[in-house]
């Protein structure tokens, strides 16, 4: 009998919130590695950010042992995913490197858009699914509705899918014998050349990049110069381990174990998720299949605030993206806003975390801009310009068309929410595929929808029409030619680039309203009159003003509270510091990300 | 401390915080005058009197009076009794100077129903030493009055004056408001000229300000009143200067009008004396239920809360909320925008001894107005763009002397005083 029959890698799956990083604590737990008084909520979401969200956006890998019934000692390594659709390729490349998945069905839900997409993803790994029922300790759980739905929708076998409750820790360890039983042990040659596949990595001060591997073929210790496939660099191997969780240097990794590997790697990107490390004196004759570059769906720009440095922020981005390989950044110079950056993201998820990280962990204050797509613009010599900052978009008259990213949406509803969700993505541009009754509630919608319409607030509008029941999961499907113009808005006459955006031709005249509408809200009245228009090319389209004069003198200071009154003026000051200056009109910084929030009741 | 400094006098401010009935827009302190603990609050009054002037005494820090605000809340529906021997021991702890100016501020209609009634209470003020009024007029439309919450008539306005007028008080203040939701700029003047017809000594004009949290805001915020637009508010603001001007009176403070004395050159005798140590960075010590004060330096404010203010002097302590020792910045910012306040605006010397006097903001040979004010805008370096900005704009005067607002400037008043804390 070989090691490998005493190693299971696997993968929780789940749709967000069905619990599966509550069920991960509790593994960790049950198998004794993280002591109960270390253990905090979600032991495996290790980001503020992703606990207060409930989401897993960096994965965390464990090793856990297990002593089953049959008296064996097992290794299981869990390899976490992170939980959203932005991160699809991350997901994809974490399941690869296991050998089954464990799939969490809420039983007060069931299945949902992502619990599909997820299974999808791990069917294409050719993985086996053990589906597991969680949350049954709540009253408002209905397995059998569940089961039936596993049946339906994914067709997997749920008859004896186990019941638990990673809360309260029921059933945990009749999970844990039929996932032994279920999920088969890895194989792989340890005396091959070496094939290891990197599913994550991050970056530790001390001992640069450590990644995550999972070796296939062959075997890797320190003092090993290996090579990254894909990327062809060398590094020498200063440590090897596993994940305990923590890292705990071992002599050898070899075939089918989990574990982590550091070199001096001085970046995550120089260990791109998905490729494949060798020995450099004895290289496999191909990497595994899969690796994808890190593509950036949504750019928007990044500046310093009045009163922030240039300099911090250029600091903040580099150590994000030292433990980011998805986030990339390059300087930009807008007109309005100064000296600051283009940034690029997976999806606005990922755009959100970004940002809240510079807010939250570097204290830094930032004005976003508008997200924006990247777009393809055909010009009339027939050269490609990829797009993504609307104040880079040429001439229209050198232009002779222009294509945008098309997702494929998938929407999962109870079909009572069918009429509002249509409706909905009709306002959206989406175009319907098709639609199939999963069971005689549950529907799935796919369509076909411009990216740039999704990144708003679409995941939002889609909660808010459908009380949060409907899911969602895209995915990138084509460039497809549009009418689209670019939108500029002018304040004072002064055309404001970190305002423009790229729409629909026919909607131009809508948001151009809208974003004139809003601006009048936020910006305060001057002195003199300020138009706010918006424009396409020469064409005013829309157009608002702020009138002038106001008000702002405050009659007494009653029975001598000069206190009072310097705490307001003082406020005031504070309030003026948040503002822009262009030429002479101010503009308050929200007004950058206020015009994002643009309920059109769309 | 300078030569100056050493005559400079106090004031005291009083808070009395009982109405017969609380206005829809007032945001300030006051309880229902019935069921209040209106003889318990004397009586605590006259401990927090003494106490402080025990304190002064010990401190050596004591300072003759030179004017006396009683405000409210409205004064005028406190019992005679109890108010007459507050003020004895006002008077008996503190060094009141015999022309000393005594405010009472009184609402129409509080003063008695009935025509001998209200000649004795106006009697009794003036035995107290009460030789100013202020009359909370606020319109003189029905309609409105009773909009506003108030409970008065335009007719106890003019029996009030007259009666006020035949007990000899010959300096009498009027308050107008104006920009009450749905009242023209005409309808302002005209309530102007009907408080003009009494010939009132002092007027103070200013606009109605929605505050959150009184009936007035809620209304704001469900729509079921719209505010004056700012541009009409404004205007009218301005007629009202102009008119009053014609009148023959000075514009002395942005919302104070005082009646030209017999020399037209000079200041107006009628100016509050009072009103304006706050202006001038001058000290007054404050007395009663959320009062403030700034005494010896330290800006002070009394608790806000009854109960409280009753027990701590129950115990024999002071009920203070807050104390504040102010900072060389924190005199010169406060005199700067208190000063610009004022028509005649802000003295560079004034606000550069307000900074160079406190404590250790060190002595500075300063002699040339050119001293100080090369020490005036090295001290608000950063505000000094903005500022001559404004004064470009035609809203403020930047002169040799110091600065001051131009009547268009006012309406932006905060804005430019913000550039100074």
Redesign the interface.
Same mark, same amino acid.
């Given at each position: 009998m070989s090691y490998l029959d005493n190693i299971r890698n696997f993968s929780i799956i789940a749709h967000i919130d069905h619990g599966k990083s509550t069920l991960a604590d509790r593994l960790i737990e049950k198998t004794g590695l993280v002591e109960a008084r270390d253990m905090k909520e979600q032991y495996l979401d290790n980001m503020d950010i992703e606990r207060e969200r409930g989401i897993t956006i960096k994965l965390q890998t464990t090793r856990l042992q297990y002593r089953a019934k049959d008296g064996q000692d097992y290794i299981l390594n869990l390899i976490d995913t992170p939980g959203h659709v932005d991160f699809n390729y991350e997901v994809s490349r974490s399941l690869a490197a296991c050998d089954g998945a464990v799939l969490v069905v809420d039983a007060t839900q069931g299945v949902e858009a992502q619990t599909l997409g997820n299974v999808y993803l791990a069917l294409d790994e050719d993985l086996e699914i053990l589906p597991v029922l969680n949350k049954m300790d709540l009253d408002s759980a209905r397995p059998d509705d569940a089961r039936a739905e596993i049946e339906d929708i994914i067709g997997l076998d749920a008859s004896e899918a186990p019941e638990i409750s990673a809360k309260t820790g029921m059933g945990i360890d009749e999970m844990l014998e039929k996932l032994i039983e279920v999920i088969p042990p890895p194989q792989g040659d340890p005396d091959g050349k070496l094939k290891a596949l990197i599913f994550d990595s991050y970056y530790d001060s001390y001992k640069g990049v450590i990644i995550y591997t999972r070796i296939f073929d062959g075997r890797v210790k320190r003092g090993d110069t290996i090579r990254m496939m894909n990327t062809g660099k060398n590094y020498e191997v200063t440590e090897v381990g596993y994940c305990i969780p923590g890292t705990v240097p071992a002599d050898e990794l070899k075939a089918g174990e989990v574990g982590y590997i550091c070199g001096s790697i001085k970046q995550v990107a120089d260990a791109r998720v998905g490729d494949t490390i060798t020995l450099a004196n004895a290289p496999a004759d191909a990497p595994l299949k899969g690796y994808k570059k890190a593509q950036s769906m949504v750019y928007c720009g990044i500046f310093p605030a009045e009163g922030e440095k240039y300099e911090n922020v250029k600091d903040a981005l580099e150590k994000l993206q030292v433990n980011d390989a998805a986030f990339n950044f390059e300087p930009e110079n807008s007109a309005a806003l100064g000296y600051g950056y283009r940034c690029g993201f997976l999806g606005l998820l990922h755009m959100d975390v970004i940002t809240e990280r510079l807010a939250r962990e570097f204290d830094l204050d930032v004005i976003t801009t508008l997200p924006s797509v990247v777009y393809k613009v055909v010009m009339k010599d027939g050269e490609v310009l990829d797009i993504q900052n609307p104040s880079n978009l040429p001439a229209p008259a050198l232009i002779a068309h222009i294509e945008e990213p098309i997702v494929k949406a998938d929407i999962m509803t109870p079909n009572e929410y069918v009429g509002s969700i249509m409706t909905l993505c009709q306002n959206r541009r989406g175009n319907m595929i098709h639609m199939e009754y999963l069971t005689k509630t549950r529907v799935q919608l796919h369509y076909e929808m411009p990216l740039n319409e999704v990144i708003y607030d679409f995941f939002d509008a889609l909660k808010s029409r459908t009380r949060g029941y409907a899911s969602l999961d895209y995915e990138f499907l084509r460039y497809q030619p549009a009418k689209l113009v670019k939108l500029d808005i002018l304040l004072n006459r002064e055309p404001i680039d970190a305002l423009s955006t790229i729409v629909p031709e026919e909607e131009a005249m809508a948001k151009g309203r809208g974003i004139c509408e809003k601006l009048k809200e936020i910006i305060p009245?001057h002195?003199f009159e300020v138009p706010i228009q918006a424009a396409i090319g020469q064409k005013i389209i829309a157009r608002e003003t702020v009138?002038a004069?106001?008000?702002?003198?405050?009659?007494?200071?009653?029975?001598?509270?000069?206190?009072?009154?310097?705490k307001?003026?003082?406020k005031? /000051?504070a309030g /003026?510091k948040r503002m822009r200056q262009f030429g002479s009109v101010t503009v308050p910084q929200e007004a950058f990300t206020e015009v994002l929030k643009l309920d059109d009741g769309r | 401390m300078t030569a100056d400094n050493m005559d400079r006098k106090r004031g005291i401010?009083i #808070?009395m915080p009982f109405c017969v009935q609380k206005c829809r827009y007032c945001a300030?302190l006051s309880f229902d005058a019935e069921g209040s603990p209106r003889k318990e609050y004397t009586d605590a009054l006259e401990k927090e009197i003494r106490l402080r002037a025990e304190l002064e005494k010990k401190n050596g820090t004591d300072k003759r009076i030179d004017t006396i605000y009683i405000?409210g809340g409205t004064p005028s529906v406190m019992d005679i009794a109890s108010m007459s021997e507050m003020v004895k021991t006002l008077k008996n702890s503190f060094d009141v100077e015999p022309d000393a100016e005594f405010t009472l501020e009184a609402n129409p209609a509080t003063l008695g129903r009935k025509d001998g009634v209200m000649l004795a209470k106006l009697q009794a003020y003036k035995f107290m030493g009460v030789n100013r009024l202020s009359m909370g007029v606020q319109s003189m439309d029905n309609d409105r009055l009773h909009y506003l919450g108030r409970i008065h008539t335009a007719e106890n306005v003019a029996r009030d004056m007259d009666i006020i007028r035949r007990k000899g008080f010959g300096n009498v203040n009027l308050d107008l408001m104006f920009s009450v939701p749905g009242e023209s700029g005409d309808d302002a003047l005209s309530d102007l000229e009907k408080i003009l017809a009494f010939a009132p000594e002092h007027i103070?004009c200013?606009?109605l300000?929605i505050e959150e949290g009184t009936p007035f805001g809620e209304m704001a915020e469900s729509g079921e009143l719209t505010e004056v637009p700012?541009?009409e508010? =404004?205007e009218t603001y301005h007629r009202i200067c102009r008119r009053l001007s014609e009148a023959g009176y000075e514009h002395y403070e942005? *919302?104070n009008f005082a009646r030209k004395g017999e020399d037209p050159g000079a200041p107006s005798p009628y100016r509050s004396r009072h009103n304006s140590?706050?202006w001038n960075m001058d000290e007054?010590i404050?007395l009663g239920l959320?009062? *403030?004060?700034?005494v010896n330096g330290v =800006?002070y404010?009394n608790t806000s809360d009854l109960e409280e203010y009753l027990s701590a002097l129950d115990a024999g302590r002071l009920p203070l909320e807050?104390e #504040?020792k102010n900072t060389a910045f924190d005199n010169i910012?406060?005199a700067v925008?208190?000063g610009l =306040?004022r028509r005649e605006g802000v003295r560079y010397e004034d606000a550069v001894r307000a900074y160079i006097d406190t404590d250790d903001a060190g002595k500075k040979n300063l002699t040339s107005y050119a001293d100080f004010r090369d020490c005036f805008w090295e001290i608000f370096a950063e505000a000094k763009e903005e500022a001559f900005g404004y004064a470009g704009?035609g809203?403020l005067t930047i002169d040799n002397d110091g600065l001051k607002l131009t009547e268009q400037g006012?309406?932006?008043?905060?804005?430019i005083?913000?550039?100074f804390?």
């Amino acid at each position: 009998m070989s090691y490998l029959d005493n190693i299971r890698n696997f993968s929780i799956i789940a749709h967000i919130d069905h619990g599966k990083s509550t069920l991960a604590d509790r593994l960790i737990e049950k198998t004794g590695l993280v002591e109960a008084r270390d253990m905090k909520e979600q032991y495996l979401d290790n980001m503020d950010i992703e606990r207060e969200r409930g989401i897993t956006i960096k994965l965390q890998t464990t090793r856990l042992q297990y002593r089953a019934k049959d008296g064996q000692d097992y290794i299981l390594n869990l390899i976490d995913t992170p939980g959203h659709v932005d991160f699809n390729y991350e997901v994809s490349r974490s399941l690869a490197a296991c050998d089954g998945a464990v799939l969490v069905v809420d039983a007060t839900q069931g299945v949902e858009a992502q619990t599909l997409g997820n299974v999808y993803l791990a069917l294409d790994e050719d993985l086996e699914i053990l589906p597991v029922l969680n949350k049954m300790d709540l009253d408002s759980a209905r397995p059998d509705d569940a089961r039936a739905e596993i049946e339906d929708i994914i067709g997997l076998d749920a008859s004896e899918a186990p019941e638990i409750s990673a809360k309260t820790g029921m059933g945990i360890d009749e999970m844990l014998e039929k996932l032994i039983e279920v999920i088969p042990p890895p194989q792989g040659d340890p005396d091959g050349k070496l094939k290891a596949l990197i599913f994550d990595s991050y970056y530790d001060s001390y001992k640069g990049v450590i990644i995550y591997t999972r070796i296939f073929d062959g075997r890797v210790k320190r003092g090993d110069t290996i090579r990254m496939m894909n990327t062809g660099k060398n590094y020498e191997v200063t440590e090897v381990g596993y994940c305990i969780p923590g890292t705990v240097p071992a002599d050898e990794l070899k075939a089918g174990e989990v574990g982590y590997i550091c070199g001096s790697i001085k970046q995550v990107a120089d260990a791109r998720v998905g490729d494949t490390i060798t020995l450099a004196n004895a290289p496999a004759d191909a990497p595994l299949k899969g690796y994808k570059k890190a593509q950036s769906m949504v750019y928007c720009g990044i500046f310093p605030a009045e009163g922030e440095k240039y300099e911090n922020v250029k600091d903040a981005l580099e150590k994000l993206q030292v433990n980011d390989a998805a986030f990339n950044f390059e300087p930009e110079n807008s007109a309005a806003l100064g000296y600051g950056y283009r940034c690029g993201f997976l999806g606005l998820l990922h755009m959100d975390v970004i940002t809240e990280r510079l807010a939250r962990e570097f204290d830094l204050d930032v004005i976003t801009t508008l997200p924006s797509v990247v777009y393809k613009v055909v010009m009339k010599d027939g050269e490609v310009l990829d797009i993504q900052n609307p104040s880079n978009l040429p001439a229209p008259a050198l232009i002779a068309h222009i294509e945008e990213p098309i997702v494929k949406a998938d929407i999962m509803t109870p079909n009572e929410y069918v009429g509002s969700i249509m409706t909905l993505c009709q306002n959206r541009r989406g175009n319907m595929i098709h639609m199939e009754y999963l069971t005689k509630t549950r529907v799935q919608l796919h369509y076909e929808m411009p990216l740039n319409e999704v990144i708003y607030d679409f995941f939002d509008a889609l909660k808010s029409r459908t009380r949060g029941y409907a899911s969602l999961d895209y995915e990138f499907l084509r460039y497809q030619p549009a009418k689209l113009v670019k939108l500029d808005i002018l304040l004072n006459r002064e055309p404001i680039d970190a305002l423009s955006t790229i729409v629909p031709e026919e909607e131009a005249m809508a948001k151009g309203r809208g974003i004139c509408e809003k601006l009048k809200e936020i910006i305060p009245r001057h002195q003199f009159e300020v138009p706010i228009q918006a424009a396409i090319g020469q064409k005013i389209i829309a157009r608002e003003t702020v009138r002038a004069y106001r008000k702002d003198v405050l009659a007494k200071c009653y029975g001598g509270d000069i206190t009072r009154k310097k705490k307001l003026l003082e406020k005031q /000051k504070a309030g /003026k510091k948040r503002m822009r200056q262009f030429g002479s009109v101010t503009v308050p910084q929200e007004a950058f990300t206020e015009v994002l929030k643009l309920d059109d009741g769309r | 401390m300078t030569a100056d400094n050493m005559d400079r006098k106090r004031g005291i401010y009083i #808070h009395m915080p009982f109405c017969v009935q609380k206005c829809r827009y007032c945001a300030f302190l006051s309880f229902d005058a019935e069921g209040s603990p209106r003889k318990e609050y004397t009586d605590a009054l006259e401990k927090e009197i003494r106490l402080r002037a025990e304190l002064e005494k010990k401190n050596g820090t004591d300072k003759r009076i030179d004017t006396i605000y009683i405000g409210g809340g409205t004064p005028s529906v406190m019992d005679i009794a109890s108010m007459s021997e507050m003020v004895k021991t006002l008077k008996n702890s503190f060094d009141v100077e015999p022309d000393a100016e005594f405010t009472l501020e009184a609402n129409p209609a509080t003063l008695g129903r009935k025509d001998g009634v209200m000649l004795a209470k106006l009697q009794a003020y003036k035995f107290m030493g009460v030789n100013r009024l202020s009359m909370g007029v606020q319109s003189m439309d029905n309609d409105r009055l009773h909009y506003l919450g108030r409970i008065h008539t335009a007719e106890n306005v003019a029996r009030d004056m007259d009666i006020i007028r035949r007990k000899g008080f010959g300096n009498v203040n009027l308050d107008l408001m104006f920009s009450v939701p749905g009242e023209s700029g005409d309808d302002a003047l005209s309530d102007l000229e009907k408080i003009l017809a009494f010939a009132p000594e002092h007027i103070s004009c200013y606009s109605l300000q929605i505050e959150e949290g009184t009936p007035f805001g809620e209304m704001a915020e469900s729509g079921e009143l719209t505010e004056v637009p700012d541009e009409e508010d =404004r205007e009218t603001y301005h007629r009202i200067c102009r008119r009053l001007s014609e009148a023959g009176y000075e514009h002395y403070e942005i *919302s104070n009008f005082a009646r030209k004395g017999e020399d037209p050159g000079a200041p107006s005798p009628y100016r509050s004396r009072h009103n304006s140590l706050y202006w001038n960075m001058d000290e007054y010590i404050g007395l009663g239920l959320g009062a *403030s004060g700034f005494v010896n330096g330290v =800006r002070y404010k009394n608790t806000s809360d009854l109960e409280e203010y009753l027990s701590a002097l129950d115990a024999g302590r002071l009920p203070l909320e807050e104390e #504040h020792k102010n900072t060389a910045f924190d005199n010169i910012s406060e005199a700067v925008f208190t000063g610009l =306040r004022r028509r005649e605006g802000v003295r560079y010397e004034d606000a550069v001894r307000a900074y160079i006097d406190t404590d250790d903001a060190g002595k500075k040979n300063l002699t040339s107005y050119a001293d100080f004010r090369d020490c005036f805008w090295e001290i608000f370096a950063e505000a000094k763009e903005e500022a001559f900005g404004y004064a470009g704009k035609g809203l403020l005067t930047i002169d040799n002397d110091g600065l001051k607002l131009t009547e268009q400037g006012i309406d932006i008043s905060n804005s430019i005083m913000s550039l100074f804390v």
